[in-house]
T-cell receptor
Framework: AQSVTQPDIHITVSEGASLELRCNYS??????LFWYVQSPGQGLQLLLK??????LVQGIKGFEAEFKRSQSSFNLRKPSVHWSDAAEYFC????????????FGTGTSLTVIP | DAGITQSPRHKVTETGTPVTLRCHQT?????MYWYRQDPGHGLRLIHY???????DKGEVSDGYSVSRSKTEDFLLTLESATSSQTSVYFC??????????FGPGTRLTVL
């Protein structure tokens, strides 16, 4: 069965510092991978997605993620965090084999300190 | 932003009462989904639809039913609400295997 693991429940970083959020997935074939961000009281917004091709993908708000097949990982990175990046981040995997279902990790809450 | 609305946005109800949540889209996307979001669990799929009158169960479907009589509307019904169904419910839409677009959510409290 497909699954997504985000091992870090909560991360605190200083403003201006770099950020890496971890995501590992379990899926038999090449998955479609996504990162979403959720601000308090809001719905989810797509940051970036990987379907195929270049394994380093760029997203909105200065985020990027790298697909590493050998490690079954799709970690999210940002070189310099801004206070407005404080939010909940979700990794997700999609698959066509099971009716276009998407599977989400449990999320990582990011706190940014001045 | 994708055209997705959810109604109501907030609801408080009592145990044992029926509740229906509505998701409406203006994007003509084929796939529609209902998720619930609870602390420590992320988003869990309740039901999804891959076309009019075509629906299937997700990970946490017990106690929930859905209907899709038109492309644009996807209804989630709690036949007899329980306190364990207190949650935030999100509707999402997707076109083929593409990104999902999420609605603003419905906060449901079952007393």
């Amino acid at each position: 069965a497909q699954s997504v693991t985000q091992p870090d429940i909560h991360i605190t970083v200083s403003e201006g510092a770099s950020l890496e959020l971890r995501c590992n997935y379990s899926y038999g074939a090449t998955p479609y991978l996504f990162w979403y961000v959720q601000s308090p009281g809001q719905g989810l917004q797509l940051l970036l997605k990987y379907f195929s091709g270049d394994t380093l993908v760029q997203g909105i708000k200065g985020f990027e993620a790298e697909f590493k097949r050998s490690q079954s990982s799709f970690n999210l990175r940002k070189p310099s965090v801004h206070w407005s990046d404080a939010a909940e981040y979700f990794c997700a995997v999609g698959t066509e084999n099971t009716g276009n279902q998407f599977y989400f990790g449990t999320g990582t809450s990011l706190t940014v300190i001045p | 932003d994708a055209g997705i609305t959810q109604s109501p946005r907030h609801k408080v109800t009592e145990t044992g009462t029926p509740v229906t949540l509505r998701c409406h889209q203006t994007e003509n996307h084929r796939y529609m989904y209902w998720y619930r979001q609870d602390p420590g669990h992320g988003l869990r799929l309740i039901h999804y639809s891959y076309g009019v009158k075509d629906t299937d169960k997700g990970e946490v479907s017990d106690g929930y039913s859905v209907s899709r009589s038109k492309t644009e509307d996807f209804l989630l019904t709690l036949e007899s609400a329980t306190s364990s169904q207190t949650s935030v419910y999100f509707c999402a839409i997707s076109d083929r295997m593409g990104e999902q677009f999420f609605g603003p959510g419905t906060r449901l409290t079952v007393l």
